[in-house]
């Protein structure tokens, strides 16, 4: 792929045009990117980037994979969409080789992941009603502080971040929240109608925070003592973004419900889904959940390509040696301008003492580096699993000299 030559004003016309005529519902860094290959960005005056951010794990096989943009362009000459009034033949395959990869035994096709996570809500209530015996229309959800599962009214409403809420009231009841990592505090809420515990095992917009070792296997154990539902939002931290195909693996620890996102698309599309217990997601009939595009043939075709090349481990293995490494280099940084590193494989939270997120990330910007900030004074890096040794040393020198 061959880049154009615009002009140097053509990036501010593009930011221009964005500003006048789209929603100002982000507030992106002032780079326009044209093309892209790997772990590289380029933007519109011809200058590369190295992205550590990977669309916030979307983008987990690097950009323009050939394996994925092999796959999609041949769906593209053959079907996009049935809708679901209608088979065809890349949704069973796909939702046999999805569920044989994540050892479940069912899966539920949606698009992105907020709609996963609202899938898994209603699956939850479903069960809780249908199965479990609580009334209809008090069933309970337990999530966690400092969540985030998405931007849809029903998932703000257990949000506890006052940008996430504010002004978008009334919101949906039916949620109770504790505190992260509080394994006692989640056991001390549980009720008669709880229907479920909603958990992020790692918490990416928090700034990649892992909870105490431990903590996710009381989870689980609190709920198989209370005939309750463990839905695990793997959408950032799954299909090997912490070295292992789940972040739940790490304790050996298995959810009823897992919602899956961002990478499963291969960073072509958005591709989404619920996969779990067959007695859980069995509980939905015909006409009672269901989405126009999920599922459909482009989104199967990349989500097999994912599926293949997750099961040779070989993106897992990557992310565990090259998260090492990642995580010592940062390290290094503590007492120089950072107070803590927290996360987990190719994913990374950093704390700053010196300069805000943003700041930094204008500054790594300057230096041909892409990350982006996280509540104030936290970086967050999560580079694509193709990225190499020498690339992430770039970029953690890069940040060292914004430090510096």
Not at 218 to 233: G, K, P, S, T
Not at 297 to 304: D, I, P, T
Request: charged letters at 20%; a negative charge.
């Amino acid at each position: 792929m061959t880049a154009t030559a615009p002009t140097a004003a053509s990036a501010q016309q593009h930011v221009d045009l964005a500003d006048q005529w789209s929603t100002h519902n982000y507030h992106p860094l002032p780079v326009v990117v044209a093309e892209a290959d790997g772990a590289w960005v380029t933007d519109v005056r011809g200058k590369r980037y190295l992205d550590l951010l990977a669309g916030y794990s979307a983008l987990n096989f690097g950009h323009r994979h050939p394996a994925l943009v092999g796959a999609a362009v041949e769906q593209l000459g053959r079907l996009t969409l049935t809708s679901r009034a209608f088979h065809h033949d890349q949704f069973g395959p796909f939702c046999q080789e999805l569920a044989e990869l994540t050892g479940t035994e069912m899966v539920l096709t949606m698009n992105t992941g907020a709609e996963a996570v609202e899938s898994a809500i209603k699956v939850a209530r479903k069960w809780a009603h249908q199965v479990k015996g609580v009334p209809v229309d008090t069933a309970e959800i337990i999530v966690v502080g400092d969540n985030f599962h998405g931007r849809t009214t029903t998932i703000i409403s257990f949000s506890t971040d006052p940008d996430a809420r504010t002004g978008f009231g009334p919101f949906t009841p039916g949620f109770t929240v504790v505190p992260f990592g509080d394994a006692a505090a989640l056991a001390a809420a549980i009720t008669e109608r709880t229907a479920a515990v909603l958990v992020e095992p790692i918490q990416g917009e928090a700034g990649v925070r892992v909870p105490p070792t431990g903590y996710l296997a009381e989870v689980r154990r609190v709920c198989d003592a209370n005939d309750v539902l463990f839905i695990a939002d793997e959408i950032q931290s799954g299909l090997a973004r912490t070295g292992t195909l789940f972040a739940l693996d790490h304790e050996g620890v298995r959810a009823d419900l897992y919602t899956l996102g961002k990478a499963l698309g291969g960073g072509v599309l958005p591709v989404s889904a619920v996969v779990g217990r067959r007695d859980v997601l069995g509980v939905l009939r015909p006409g009672e959940h269901g989405s126009t595009f999920g599922g459909n043939a482009l989104a199967c075709a990349v989500g097999r390509a994912v599926v293949r090349l997750l099961s040779t481990g070989e993106f897992q293995d990557r992310s565990k040696v090259l998260g090492a490494h990642l995580h010592d280099r940062l390290g290094e940084l503590v007492g120089r301008g950072v107070s803590a590193v927290h996360g987990r494989g190719l994913w990374a939270g950093v704390d700053l003492t010196s300069m805000t997120g943003r700041r930094a990330s204008e500054a790594l910007m300057e230096r041909g580096v892409l990350c982006k900030e996280t509540h104030g004074s936290t970086l967050r890096m999560a580079p694509p699993l193709v990225v190499t040794e020498a690339e992430i040393d770039l970029g953690v020198d890069a940040l060292a000299a914004v430090l510096s």
